[in-house]
């Protein structure tokens, strides 16, 4: 049961506009949610996450965006740059469970 | 400081074998959690150690062990090897329960 979707598997934009990557869930108990960033062979590595109390989280040019009611979260990049291509992965999980379940990613292709 | 390492890089085994990956976690963490990740998916938890047991773990068949050492360290065993178990094997630490660090992974393939 795939509990995390991202529908997209790939987006492309030019450098210096906005990327919007989008995260749907349909576990209502998840209240913590992950992004994390992957290059080829390396690990992912996190990038933000937001608890279910909040509705958006910012650090630096990466927000989040949480919608409870529709379950769908969504991360924006402001300003992309092309060090930012990589393959980005939503994740979520509950209180008290380690099962953290990851949506199959998004490529993200920034071009100069 | 070092970060999640793991080894071997890469892997090459045959169908019914036996296999253990190994991973030393981020200094400071006692939690390891190893995820499989096949083409074109996304990690899927198989278990998570601490304290040298096993905590929690997801939708695997016994076929999948582990183990953790007091030093932190953690092991995956696979046993009886089958084409389907050919992914990168995620292994990540952690210190509070939500934010888990990753290492590079292990490629393993069943040929």
């Known amino acids: 049961d795939q509990q995390v979707k991202q529908n997209s598997p790939s987006l492309s934009v030019q450098e210096g506009r906005i990327s919007i990557l989008n995260c749907d869930y349909t576990n209502s108990m998840f209240d913590y949610f992950l992004w994390y960033k992957k290059y080829p062979a390396e690990g992912p590595t996190f990038l933000i996450s937001?608890?279910?109390?909040?509705d958006k989280n910012e650090d630096g040019r990466f927000t989040v965006f949480l919608n409870k009611s529709a379950k769908h979260l969504s991360l924006h990049i402001v300003p992309s740059q092309p060090g930012d291509s990589a393959v980005y992965f939503c994740?979520?999980?509950?209180?008290?469970?380690?099962?953290?379940?990851f949506g199959a990613g998004t490529r993200l292709t920034v071009k100069p | 400081d070092a970060g999640v390492t793991q080894s071997p890089t890469h892997l090459i085994k045959t169908r019914g074998q036996q296999v253990t990956l190994r991973c030393s976690p981020k200094?400071?963490?006692?939690?390891v959690s190893w995820y499989q990740q096949a083409l074109g998916q996304g990690p899927q938890f198989i278990f998570q150690y601490y304290e040298e047991e096993e905590r929690q773990r997801g939708n695997f068949p016994d076929r999948f062990s582990g183990h953790q050492f007091p030093n932190y360290s953690s092991e995956l065993n696979v046993n009886a090897l089958l084409l389907g178990d050919s992914a990168l094997y995620l292994c990540a630490s952690s210190l509070t329960t939500y934010e888990q660090y990753f290492g590079p992974g292990t490629r393993l393939t069943v040929t």
């Open positions: 994740a979520a999980r509950s209180y008290n469970n380690n099962d953290m379940r």
């Open positions: 200094s400071g963490h006692d939690t």
């Open positions: 937001i608890s279910s109390i909040k």
